[in-house]
């Protein structure tokens, strides 16, 4: 089992930049789909970016594509999301996560689960 940690989060103007990391253990890192999931209160949950475990496939939810990369660096056991023209309805708690495909990420099937870490857009 990998173990997650999610930080970078923060308040920031619409319009504005965040990037998001989050540390894995272990050394099995590179053998995980990684994916952001966010949540914010009264909304479901939603699968906002996935990369497969070698970074050649990637998938983005449609209300953040354009705006949002995801990458990772398997050498520092890190994935990251960088996320640029942010707008009020991005904010919600990012959640970091491990999965076997991108394909079981969109089911909801993961294997790890990371903290969170708040992101608030002010309008």
């Known amino acids: 089992q990998v173990q997650l940690v999610e930080s970078g989060g923060g308040l920031v103007q619409a319009g504005g930049s965040l990037r998001l990391s989050c540390a894995a253990s272990?050394?099995?890192?590179?053998?995980?789909?990684m994916g952001w999931f966010r949540q914010a209160p009264g909304k479901e949950r939603e699968l906002v970016a996935a990369?497969?475990?070698?970074?050649?496939?990637?998938y983005y939810a449609d209300s953040v594509k354009g705006r949002f990369t995801i990458s990772r660096d398997n050498a520092k056991n890190t994935v990251y999301l960088q996320m640029n023209s942010l707008k009020p309805e991005d904010t919600a708690v990012y959640y970091c996560?491990?999965?076997?495909?991108?394909?079981?990420?969109?089911?909801?099937?993961?294997?790890?689960w990371g903290q969170g870490t708040q992101v608030t857009v002010s309008s």
């Open positions: 272990g050394r099995t890192f590179s053998s995980y789909t």
């Open positions: 990369i497969s475990s070698s970074g050649i496939s990637t």
């Open positions: 996560s491990a999965g076997i495909t991108i394909a079981t990420l969109l089911k909801g099937k993961f294997g790890s």
